[in-house]
């Protein structure tokens, strides 16, 4: 009697797990990716590049292009921030690579003795500085939960 009990009980939570599953995949959130624009943050920390000597690495540009240390790269992406759409839910799609550049002020400098004129700001290649997660949009399909599309 006992193991039927038990056998009943499991049964039923069985149903109860598939009802709720199947219940939460054929309805739609109607929510939509946002999108989010690029963003290139500079920092704060410059150096002038221009007319001016720089002598052992002591000096720089009197006047002219502003050379920031750093440029951090974000890329446009999605997120979701609820905005609504019928027949669509907003779901992760990946991660996308933000980037750190370090720049300095170039030209006519010999790099190894530092001496000469700093005419340009020139960044080094950028390098992976962590990510940032992306969504996309995708059609609710009533039967199987969300589409690819």
């Given at each position: 009697?006992?193991?039927r009990y038990c056998v009943?009980?499991?049964a039923l939570a069985a149903l109860a797990t598939l009802a709720v599953a199947?219940?939460?995949s054929s309805s739609c959130p109607?929510?939509?990716a946002?999108?989010?624009p690029a963003e290139i943050k500079l920092s704060e920390a410059t150096h002038t590049c221009g007319i001016g000597f720089v002598v052992f690495g002591v000096g720089g540009g009197i006047f002219?292009?502003?050379c920031p240390e750093t440029k951090i790269t974000t890329p446009a992406h999605q997120t979701c921030q609820g905005e609504e759409n019928a027949g669509t839910a907003c779901v992760p799609e990946?991660?996308?690579a933000v980037t750190v550049r370090d720049c300095s002020c170039g030209g006519l400098v010999i790099p190894v003795i530092q001496v000469g004129i700093p005419t340009t700001c020139e960044c080094d290649p950028p390098v992976n500085a962590g990510t940032v997660e992306?969504?996309?949009t995708v059609v609710c399909v009533s039967t199987h939960g969300y589409s690819t599309r």
């Open positions: 009697m006992f193991i009943l009980v499991s199947r219940q939460s109607d929510k939509k946002s999108q989010v002219g292009e502003e990946g991660d996308m992306d969504f996309k």
